[in-house]
C-alpha cells in the first residue's frame, strides 16, 4: 500500500495498516469532514474567476459534512472491514488484524497514554542503572 502525500485521514489509514497506531482518541459521533482535493480546488477557481475585479473581500467556505456526514466510527469500521479482507503486511513481515482502541473522551485517552507510556518510564528513569552488590 502506497499513500503519497499523506494528510490527516489518511495517516490515519497508513498507521491502522502498518499497526503503528496503538490507540486514537476519537469521538464515535464527531463528523469529519473530508473533501476531495479536486473541490477544493474547483472552489478557489471560481473564488478568483468571480472576485478578481472586485474591491471588496468575499470569504467563501466550502464543506461536505452537511451533504454526506461521515461519523468517527464509520471511517474506524470501514478501514478495519478493509484490512481484514486485504490484509497489509507491516514493515515487520506480519499480518495483523487487530482493532485500534479509540476512546471516546479525551480523558480516558490521556489516562491510557499515562499507564501504558508515561509510568514506566519515569519508573525506568528513577530505577538505579548499577546494581552494586555488598
Not at 9 to 24: E, H, K, L, M, S
Request: glycine share 2%; aromatic share 14%; charged share 15%.
Amino acid at each position: 500500500m502506497c499513500v503519497v502525500e499523506c494528510r490527516t485521514t489518511d495517516a490515519f489509514i497508513v498507521g491502522y495498516a502498518d499497526q503503528t497506531i496503538p490507540c486514537f482518541a476519537l469521538d464515535d459521533k464527531a463528523i469529519i469532514d473530508t473533501i476531495p482535493g479536486d473541490m477544493v480546488i474547483n472552489a478557489m477557481l471560481v473564488a478568483i474567476a468571480t472576485q478578481y475585479h472586485k474591491k471588496s473581500q468575499v470569504i467563501y467556505h466550502i464543506s461536505a459534512a452537511t451533504e454526506n456526514p461521515l461519523e468517527g466510527n464509520t471511517i474506524v469500521e470501514w478501514t478495519y472491514r478493509y484490512f481484514s479482507i486485504y490484509p497489509h503486511t507491516t514493515h515487520r513481515g506480519t499480518n495483523q488484524k487487530r482493532r485500534v482502541l479509540m476512546f471516546n473522551k479525551y480523558r480516558h485517552f490521556l489516562a491510557y497514554t499515562f499507564f501504558v507510556y508515561r509510568l514506566p518510564m519515569e519508573v525506568y528513569m528513577h530505577t538505579p542503572s548499577t546494581v552494586s552488590f555488598i
